[in-house]
């Protein structure tokens, strides 16, 4: 009886030999496919749900306290060179102070007008800040919300519930749909554990990218030394558009989640006024407005298979100049 015994451990302890090396063989690829589920998540992830893996290849990030590793390889991005000749002209009465209208598949600019002057953005800078946080943060993870995200000014969401937890990708579509200050201070505190920290991820960033006009002082646009020109927010639009999380926020007239508020669901109505106006093909991307900056926007449209966009900073009418503007765009091939 013993040695029966002795001979069905040993099997079970060769089978469970053969399990794990079959297991090794195969890690390499059950990580990758791992990882790219989690990266594309849908926003109901479970609570809880644990952060996504590091996507194989994606180098790990800082080893500062509370600052989170990229968990995706960010795809490259073709400049915007401002070389060439407007593919029209355009006379406006009341011009914005700066503007650039390009193709957002190849770079190829068809009309300029200051596009390197260096400029306040206001809450353009909340790009950036969804690529970090897109980069760094999967869609499954929760965010606890500090009195620190309380403590904001200008726009927000306005019901982030102090010392709960709420899912990153309703805190995105916060952001990025209604321009919530505090859900930025939110994703960035989640992020790198301090703004001031995160704020030096997006300027590392900002160089990488050969961004030479841009600087940013924190997550969310307030600062008055949040600075960049057309030419780099077009560089910032052809990444962003590229982003597959943040098209699917951006392209939303409104949407609605559930919400650890009492109802249980916040409802979120977007800024842009493409899409708001419902022009033809629009499907994204940012307002920003402060008295320093006035109206700023970046509108993305698509026609026939062809994406364009168009970047206004100190715009008198962003929806007036940015329709034209497209409307002309997809006149001339």
């Known amino acids: 009886m013993n040695s029966v015994l002795r001979g069905g451990r040993k099997r079970r302890r060769a089978g469970s030999r053969l399990l794990a090396l079959l297991a090794l063989i195969a890690a390499p690829a059950s990580v990758a496919t791992v990882a790219y589920l989690a990266l594309w998540h849908h926003e109901s992830a479970p609570r809880g749900a644990a952060p996504a893996p590091l996507a194989a290849g994606a180098a790990p990030g800082p080893s500062?306290?509370?600052?989170?590793?990229?968990i995706e390889d960010t795809?490259?991005?073709?400049?915007?060179?401002?070389?060439?000749?407007?593919?029209?002209?355009?006379?406006?009465?009341?011009p914005p102070r700066a503007a650039l209208l390009f193709d957002v598949d190849t770079g190829d600019v068809l009309l300029r007008r200051h596009p390197l002057a260096r400029l306040p953005i206001a809450s353009l800078t909340k790009i950036m800040t969804a690529l970090i946080v897109t980069e760094r943060a999967?869609?499954?993870?929760?965010?606890?919300?500090?009195?620190?995200?309380?403590?904001?000014?200008?726009?927000?969401?306005?019901v982030l519930p102090k010392g709960r937890r709420v899912r990153l990708e309703t805190l995105l579509n916060g952001m990025l749909l209604v321009s919530g200050n505090d859900a930025a201070i939110a994703l960035a505190l989640h992020v790198a554990g301090s703004q001031r920290r995160f704020t030096r991820l997006m300027n590392r960033r900002a160089r990488t990218l050969g961004l030479r006009c841009t600087r940013f002082v924190d997550p969310h646009g307030l600062g008055k030394a949040n600075r960049s020109c057309a030419r780099d927010l077009a560089v910032l639009t052809r990444l962003a558009m590229a982003n597959r999380r943040i098209t699917r926020v951006v392209r939303r007239r409104q949407v609605e989640f559930r919400f650890p508020i009492k109802g249980g669901h916040v409802f979120l109505s977007g800024h842009n006024p493409l899409i708001r106006a419902g022009y033809r093909g629009a499907i994204g991307l940012k307002t920003g407005y402060t008295?320093?900056?006035?109206?700023?926007?970046?509108?993305v449209a698509r026609r026939r298979g062809r994406t364009l966009?168009?970047?206004?900073?100190?715009?008198?009418?962003p929806l007036k100049?940015?329709?034209?503007?497209?409307?002309?765009?997809?006149?001339?091939?």
């Open 64 to 70: 500062a306290p509370g600052l989170s590793a990229p």
């Open 75 to 94: 795809p490259p991005v073709t400049d915007v060179p401002l070389n060439g000749v407007d593919a029209f002209r355009l006379r406006m009465g009341k």
């Open 138 to 158: 999967g869609p499954g993870r929760r965010v606890r919300i500090t009195r620190a995200a309380l403590r904001y000014q200008g726009s927000g969401v306005g």
């Open 291 to 299: 008295a320093r900056a006035g109206r700023c926007f970046v509108g």
């Open 309 to 317: 966009a168009v970047v206004l900073l100190n715009s008198p009418n």
């Open 321 to 333: 100049h940015a329709e034209r503007l497209l409307d002309e765009g997809f006149a001339h091939p």
